[in-house]
């Protein structure tokens, strides 16, 4: 009803697949703040010109990534941004598949969690301007879509997911799950966490210009070893990363 109300309205000119997308965007946001945020009230900001729109959905809740956090025992608050990345979480499997945020991230142009004074974003490493507009409590999810956008929402969803088999394939960006390049077995080890939920794990190395022997070793071949059936992709690599993890491979 809120979306119905507030959004829907301003999008009858464009054309269906926009009205698509926005329809998910929405919908999964707004039930978010319904069903996990304890929040009191609900604020949704419209922003649209010719070529784009910009719904921005706000909370005075506990935080998503606080959430996040003491559901799975983490011990800092960048660690629950990091499980946003992978997909497939939800603080309640029993009425959430955890595919929500996963998809609105990959469907929206730009798409911005603000909360507990950090931000999820993919172009995280672009977006140091953000750190300015960080809320000190609930949670802010700001998503932009162009009004002639050529995304069809279902080609978005079987990149990662066939009727068959579901949501089977993820993507995470390590530039902006780490906030350096990262060296460590610890790190590989916190990467590494759910991703036994998948089959395939596109690792996207772009923004990072090496990787420490202890990361590489335990992720290529600690972790393989002991999933065989995960297929790891490591893409964006440049000479220094991809000579870092021949040489765990090879040892």
Not at 98 to 112: K, N, P, Q, Y
Not at 238 to 243: G, L, M, N, R, Y
Request: overall charge negative; glycine content about 8%; aromatic content about 10%.
């Amino acid at each position: 009803m809120i979306y119905g109300q507030c959004v829907r309205p301003l999008l009858s000119g464009c054309p269906a697949n926009v009205r698509g997308i926005w329809d998910y965007l929405c919908g999964e946001i707004i039930n978010n703040v319904i069903d996990h945020s304890q929040a009191e009230h609900l604020d949704i900001t419209i922003t649209q010109d010719y070529l784009n729109t910009c719904v921005q959905i706000a909370d005075d809740g506990i935080g998503i990534f606080e959430k996040i956090r003491a559901y799975l025992g983490l011990s800092n608050l960048e660690e629950a941004v990091g499980e946003l990345f992978k997909g497939k979480l939800t603080t309640d499997s029993a009425h959430h598949s955890g595919e929500g945020i996963f998809f609105s991230s990959r469907l929206a142009d730009e798409f911005v969690i603000f909360s507990s004074g950090l931000f999820f974003t993919h172009n995280r490493f672009e977006n140091d301007k953000l750190l300015n507009e960080l809320p000190a409590t609930g949670t802010i999810v700001r998503m932009t879509l162009s009004n002639f956008s050529k995304k069809e929402a279902k080609d978005v969803f079987n990149l990662y997911a066939d009727p068959e088999s579901g949501f089977t394939k993820t993507q995470i960006p390590l530039r902006q799950y780490f906030e350096s390049s990262p060296v460590s077995r610890s790190q590989a080890k916190r990467l590494c966490s759910r991703l036994d939920r998948f089959r395939e794990v596109t690792l996207d190395f772009t923004g990072l210009d090496w990787i420490g022997q202890g990361f590489a070793h335990q992720l290529f071949v600690v972790f393989q070893n002991e999933h065989p059936n995960i297929r790891l992709l490591p893409v964006g690599m440049t000479e220094d990363v991809e000579k870092m993890v021949r040489h765990v491979m090879q040892s």
